[in-house]
């Protein structure tokens, strides 16, 4: 069966929900970083911008950026196991490289565990670059791999949906 996702920015209802997949999907090995009162914290920043993706009013994924006056920064990223594979990362991506595009920035730059070998396909299938690695970035445990987009393009995603822009990313605003 066709999937129906929905993307809409992020509730506070939904910061326990974004923080607890962060721990799971993202963090795991490593102390918590995102805790709820982190995420509400940094969603009440001007400068943050955050999506959610439903299905079937269930919540599927999320993602955080921070849209700066120069540059926009993914910060968290992650769609929930059971909902992989189907296109839901690139709806959040796409999401998020559209706001930084539409608010003018240039660069976007990413950081993602070293062990992380999907997410980093994920990002390099996107146009992302790899530019450095990090020694000791996560809590001094494990290395990143920072990638980087510069200009900010549409993504290959994007660009490829476009003629048929998706009865499935209808967009509700909460
Ligand atoms: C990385 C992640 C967000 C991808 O989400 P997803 O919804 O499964 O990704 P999509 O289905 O939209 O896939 C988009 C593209 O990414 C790449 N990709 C995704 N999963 C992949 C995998 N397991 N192996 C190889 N490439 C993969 C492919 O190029 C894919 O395009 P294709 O389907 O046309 O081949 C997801 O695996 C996840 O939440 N991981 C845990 C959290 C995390 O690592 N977040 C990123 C760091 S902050």
């Not at 959610?52 to 196991?81: K, M, N, T, Y």
């Not at 993602?112 to 809590?139: D, E, H, T, W």
């Amino acid at each position: 069966m066709r999937l129906q996702p929905t993307i809409r920015l992020a509730k506070r209802s939904d910061i326990a929900l974004m923080a607890s997949l962060s721990r799971r999907e993202i963090e795991h090995g490593l102390p918590w970083s995102w805790t709820p009162t982190r995420i509400k914290r940094f969603l009440a920043l001007s400068s943050s911008n955050a999506y959610v993706v439903d299905i079937d009013g269930q919540f599927a994924g999320f993602s955080i950026s921070s849209l700066g006056d120069a540059r926009a920064h993914l910060v968290l990223l992650a769609v929930e196991p059971k909902w992989r594979k189907q296109g839901i990362g690139k709806i959040l991506l796409d999401w998020q490289v559209q706001a930084a595009r539409t608010a003018g920035l240039t660069d976007m730059s990413l950081e993602v565990r070293s062990m992380n070998k999907v997410a980093q396909l994920f990002y390099a299938a996107a146009g992302f670059s790899r530019i450095r690695s990090l020694p000791k970035y996560y809590c001094g445990i494990e290395d990143a791999v920072r990638f980087r987009m510069q200009p900010i393009r549409e993504s290959q995603w994007a660009i490829r949906s476009n003629s048929s822009k998706s009865a499935s990313q209808s967009k509700k605003f909460s």
